[in-house]
């Protein structure tokens, strides 16, 4: 299992730009996750998902959009980059989506720099 | 809401001493907590959660719901365990973090 896998590693953004960041995984997880790591404020959930079909707003949502048309796929949208986006993104992702998360640790993946000028 | 403190950015001990990693919650629910770890170059994963009570490469947390505490210690601390160190509290769907602290074990 290659677990969660994100695309690009770094990416370098003009203000106003859009791209989107991708986010897959290949262990059936029904939940998963986009976080945002930022110096000093640890990391904070921008959106996630229980399944396909099925999203959610995090802490930080505003500038970004997420759908989840597979359980393997979970893309993060930027429709006009903002240098208050530049930052390290991570996926996340765990089997369960209830309460009782003892057998559901989150998988996370390796990260996106994004950097917006 | 749910909040996460973790008050020390920066910890360093020296190896072999003891290590204490600070986290304290608010929240008006039954916690879930975790922490959480990042090595150089590696992924972030995770370290422990209080429900499972064990010990993973030597470290312990202990849920304490009068001080609302959750800190993570290790009796003798070795240079491998430098690394940032998250808490977590999960409330429903949501996971929250920490601000994290990164650990330098020192020779």
């Not at chain 1, 949502?61 to 796929?73: C, Q």
């Not at chain 2, 403190?5 to 020296?14: G, I, M």
């Not at chain 2, 719901?65 to 998250?86: I, N, V």
Request: glycine share 8%; charged share 20%.
């Amino acid at each position: 299992n290659a677990g969660v896998t994100q695309t690009p590693k770094f990416q370098v953004l003009k203000t106003g730009q859009s791209m989107t960041l991708q986010c897959a995984q290949d262990m059936n997880h029904e939940y998963m996750s986009w976080y945002r790591q930022d110096p000093g404020m640890g990391l904070r959930l921008i959106h996630y998902s229980v399944g396909a079909g099925i999203t959610d707003q995090g802490e930080v949502p505003n500038g970004y959009n997420v759908s989840r048309s597979t359980t393997e796929d979970f893309p993060l949208r930027l429709l006009s980059a903002a240098p208050s986006q530049t930052s390290v993104y991570f996926c996340a992702s765990s089997y369960r989506t209830d309460q009782s998360s003892y057998n559901s640790p989150l998988h996370f993946g390796n990260g996106t720099r994004l950097t917006v000028t | 809401a749910q909040r996460v403190t973790q008050p020390e950015k920066l910890l360093s001990v020296f190896k072999g001493a003891p290590v204490e990693l600070k986290c304290n919650y608010s929240y008006s629910g039954s916690p879930e907590l975790f922490w959480y770890v990042q090595y150089s170059r590696q992924r972030l994963q995770l370290l422990l959660r209080h429900i499972s009570r064990e010990s993973i490469k030597g470290f312990t947390a202990d849920l304490n719901k009068g001080e609302t505490s959750f800190h993570l210690k290790k009796p003798f601390a070795q240079e491998e365990d430098s690394a940032m160190y998250y808490c977590a509290l999960r409330r429903e769907r949501q996971l929250t973090f920490g601000s994290g602290t990164q650990l330098t074990v020192l020779p």
